[in-house]
């Protein structure tokens, strides 16, 4: 459903980049969709982060970057992590 939002949550490095924790959206896109918005709204810096990303859509890694998205979902942005 298009009216529902899908809450978008970012992680660390993400998180830096967007300047926030989580937004809502409105739904009724793909996740390419929804990661051209988000490269626009805010700019190169997260963009260079999406591009190396992983996203989770309700706690399950996507695969599928040009399926719809679920109504209401709730999508991580999760960039690589360093450490060991």
């Known amino acids: 459903m298009e009216g529902t939002p899908l809450t978008v949550r970012y992680f660390a490095g993400a998180r830096a980049a967007a300047g926030r924790a989580e937004e809502a959206l409105p739904g009724g896109r793909s996740l390419d969709d929804l990661t051209a918005e988000l490269t626009q709204r ?37 960039p690589p992590f360093a450490g060991g």
């Not at 963009?47 to 040009?66: E, I, N, P």
């Not at 399926?67 to 999760?78: E, F, R």
């Open 42 to 78: 805010h700019g190169d810096r997260l963009a260079g982060v999406l591009r190396v990303a992983s996203f989770l859509v309700d706690g399950v890694t996507c695969h599928d970057r040009q399926a719809p998205l679920p109504a209401g979902a709730t999508i991580d942005v999760l």
